[in-house]
């Protein structure tokens, strides 16, 4: 199989493409556009509550925008902590069902450690049993020529 390089794709190839001016114009008209039209009502409203209260308090026209203004701050906030309460909810449930399956999943993590280290131990005892037997019959050896030579020194281990 031959070995293949990626080919070089640059930006400004990527931006030549059918594909990505349809996607520029599907950003513009589903996300730009969408956005500005709700900032401009929103300044609007703004602007409408600056000329208005700029205007003077007649027959009570303040205290309506007023209490127009402490609905929308109520109901922005209430949003927001309707968002932290669903987050809380959430995480709080899936550490319950994390929990639950917490000693099911340790006792699986537990076997499957087991056998690695019975695995591990077999293997190694297959490795190390020659070089075990070696070593004892170079030991033995040495011993039986050293009680025939009248050697009863102890020998330093050699590392």
């Known amino acids: 199989m031959e070995n293949t390089s990626k080919p070089e794709i640059s930006r400004d190839i990527i931006k030549k493409t059918i594909e ?8 513009f008209w589903q996300i730009y ?7 401009l009502i929103i300044i ?18 303040n205290s309506k ?26 995480s709080v449930y899936l ?5 639950k399956k917490t000693p ?20 190694m005892n297959i490795v190390a049993a020659p070089i075990v037997k070696i070593g004892g019959a170079a030991q033995a050896v040495t011993a039986f020529s050293d009680r025939l030579t009248g050697k009863n020194k102890k020998r330093s281990k050699s590392v």
């Open 104 to 123: 099911e999943i340790s006792l699986q993590a537990q076997y499957l450690f087991n056998l690695v280290r019975d695995k591990t131990r077999e293997v």
């Open 95 to 99: 550490l319950a069902k994390g929990i």
């Open 20 to 27: 990505f001016k349809k996607h520029r114009k599907q950003i």
């Open 33 to 39: 556009f969408p956005l500005a039209i709700v900032l």
């Open 65 to 90: 925008w007023a209490s127009l203004t402490l609905m929308v701050i109520i109901l922005m906030s209430s949003v927001v902590a309707l968002v932290v309460a669903a987050m809380l909810y959430g």
């Open 44 to 61: 609007a409203i703004i602007v409408l509550a600056v000329i208005t209260a700029a205007k003077g308090d007649a027959e009570g026209v």
